[in-house]
């Protein structure tokens, strides 16, 4: 308490000396032009000086960063300040800062120099029963009036500077702080740093993920028939060592975008829907297609493929043995896609998974206004997803 009242009070009084020293330089100024001015006139002339003087000095380079820092060490502002003066929005601000912390300051100076020894003598003149001397001031009338006139005067020596100080310390945040579009361009770099952490774990989820549920399931089957039948055992050590290096591929890369913050993530090359099948097939799974659309977008059919990759690998991880449905169709709105597997029944000891297989899938569906519904449907597990497809020129097939 006692280090933030010292330190408040420097602040008020590093004011104090500005706006002295610009209300002097502006009533001498204005007495010199004038050949001789009154006092009133002399203190007009003085505090216009200190606001016209105050304001130039805010508006100088550098400025800004002195004055917060100078918020922060003596004010103790734990509201966020922004230093760099980037605009004239803030440069204004700043302007206006200083203008108040000289006003704050010759207020707290008038306080103490003039108050504090005023009352002082009116309590001296008390005790000497001097009433006399405190008549010019007006407050030699009475006894009581005298004594009520050096209280208040030593209470607005401990208030004013207190006032002025707390105006300050409300005050610094909006002058000193963030504009609008300041708060509003934070919120969307944000933002970007969401999305694109976002965009970076959908990219490890749908690559990495997928990569490592097709080597587990194709190291398991090559240890069941590594003793009947070493050649489809050889097939899928085979897939397992493609898949590892496509994979370890996609990580470097991956790894590469983490490194470079500033390099937009760039969209790995998409499998096409037979590659994407056949590798599935030779995972084991039987699945069954149907067609019938037309010409599809190439940024919507990439989403659907990355779908039906998801789809198929949930498939393989928590389905049961049998067919696999997928049918791909479209009318004059949308591209639907539809993918049935049979649904694993209680107690079936499925994968373990992160659960942010059907989350992605909704995500990048979002991303062009469609949408993903999964849940279970009579015998099966149903993905269904309704993806917009406007007529294009460019196929897909």
């Known amino acids: ?5 010292l330190m408040r009070g420097a602040w008020l009084m590093l004011g104090a000396a500005i706006g002295l020293a610009a209300g002097v330089l ?64 803030h440069r204004s601000r700043s302007a206006a800062w200083t ?116 080597i587990g399931i194709q190291a398991a089957a090559a240890s069941r028939v590594v003793s009947a039948h070493p050649d489809r055992a050889a097939g899928a050590l085979q897939a397992i060592e493609s898949t590892a290096r496509d994979a370890q591929a996609e990580l470097d890369h991956l790894l590469g975008l983490l490194r470079d913050p500033q390099t937009p993530p760039a969209r790995s090359v998409r499998e096409d829907l037979p590659t994407l099948l056949a590798k599935h097939r030779t995972a084991g799974l039987t699945i069954e297609v149907h067609q019938d659309h037309g010409r599809v977008p190439r940024l919507v059919w990439d989403a659907m493929l990355d ?11 928590h389905g049961e043995p049998g067919a696999v449905s997928v049918a791909i169709t479209q009318d004059d709105r ?24 059907i989350l992605g899938m909704q995500e990048r569906a979002a991303l062009l206004d469609g949408t993903v519904r999964a849940g279970a449907s009579a015998h099966s597990w149903r993905v269904e997803a309704l993806l917009p497809a406007p007529a294009t020129e460019e196929t897909t097939r």
């Open 334 to 357: 949308s591209l639907r896609l539809q993918v049935d597997n049979p649904a694993a029944a209680a107690g079936h000891d499925a994968q373990p998974s992160g659960g942010r297989g």
């Open 1 to 5: 308490m006692i280090r933030t009242t």
């Open 307 to 317: 779908i039906l990759a998801e789809a198929l690998t949930n498939a393989h991880r």
């Open 99 to 214: 203008v108040l912390h000289a006003l704050a300051g010759l207020s707290t100076g008038f306080c103490v120099l003039g108050l504090l020894p005023g009352a002082a003598v009116t309590f001296w003149a008390l005790g000497q029963d001097r009433l006399d001397l405190l008549e010019p001031v007006g407050l030699g009338a009475t006894w009581w009036s005298a004594l009520l006139g050096g209280l208040a005067m030593l209470v607005a020596t401990v208030a004013g500077p207190a006032l002025a100080g707390g105006i300050a310390v409300r005050l610094a945040p909006v002058l000193l702080g963030p504009t609008a579009a300041d708060r509003l361009a934070l919120a969307e770099h944000r933002l970007a740093a969401e999305r694109r952490h976002t965009v970076l774990a959908r990219e490890l989820h749908d690559g990495i993920g997928h990569a490592l549920s097709i």
């Open 26 to 89: 502006g009533a001498v100024l204005a007495v010199s032009a004038s050949g001789g001015t009154d006092l009133r006139d002399g203190l007009a002339w003085g505090l216009l000086a200190v606001l016209l003087v105050g304001a130039g000095v805010g508006l100088l380079p550098g400025v800004r960063e002195i004055q917060v820092t100078a918020a922060r060490t003596l004010l103790s502002v734990g509201s966020p300040l922004l230093a760099e003066s980037r605009s004239w929005a």
